[in-house]
């Protein structure tokens, strides 16, 4: 069902190409052999709710297919220049409070996980999705910028810039969720020790400039 390697590796799952008119399915397979049926039936959810996810062909035990999108994620967009820090930070409060009109919270949103189609913006990576407060999401997105805005890469103060621009435009509040969020991240068996050392700052940051944020704290 594969074709040669894979196109794409996350932390958790690897993309195929498939077959088919010019290339239109790629399948994303669970490296550690979990069901994609409960991912799918999200994803169709969402769609139905007018969200902006890829199509979805089918699922069986770890494999699902899915529409292949063409265009560079928000975080290559945001590296690149052609999106301004600011921008990006918009643009992740937009799809969170679009989202948030669903039943559904994403608990992984970030640039890496938007892709800049010429349709518009579509969210991917939907495992972590489930029922929850819209609170723990936006606390969850924001403390993903802060712990880049942390390191010590080259984009880390556009991170920052990104962060700062989420949160003035998040219209809830965000400090109460952050311990719940740095649990979760902390959690996450995915993370290096490095990483996962590096969350409870990145929390600290999170409610600083919420606290600072007018709006991102407001009632």
Avoid: K
Avoid at 29 to 35: F, K, L, P, T, V
Avoid at 145 to 173: G, I, M, N, Q
Avoid at 202 to 209: I, R, S, Y
């Amino acid at each position: 069902m594969t074709t040669g390697e894979p196109i794409g590796r996350g932390r958790s799952a690897d993309v195929y190409e498939l077959g088919g008119p010019a290339g239109a399915w790629v399948l994303r397979r669970y490296r550690d052999g979990g069901d994609a049926d409960r991912e799918a039936a999200l994803m169709r959810d969402l769609a139905a709710h007018g969200y902006p996810v890829p199509r979805v062909r089918s699922s069986a035990g770890p494999d699902l297919v899915m529409e292949r999108l063409t265009g560079p994620t928000l975080l290559d967009a945001a590296l690149a220049g052609t999106v301004a820090p600011e921008a990006a930070g918009t643009l992740l409060a937009d799809l969170l409070r679009r989202l948030h009109a669903t039943p559904w919270i994403h608990l992984d949103l970030h640039p890496g996980n938007v892709v800049l189609t010429e349709a518009g913006p579509v969210v991917i990576d939907w495992r972590t999705a489930r029922e929850g407060p819209a609170g723990l999401d936006r606390a969850m997105s924001a403390l993903l910028l802060a712990e880049a805005s942390l390191s010590d890469a080259p984009h880390a103060p556009a991170a920052h810039e990104a962060l700062t621009s989420l949160l003035a435009r998040l219209d809830a509040p965000v400090a109460p969720y952050v311990p719940e969020a740095t649990a979760l991240r902390a959690a996450d068996p995915h993370l290096s020790a490095d990483e996962r050392a590096a969350v409870p700052a990145a929390g600290a940051l999170v409610t600083g400039l919420a606290a600072a944020g007018g709006r991102a704290v407001a009632p």
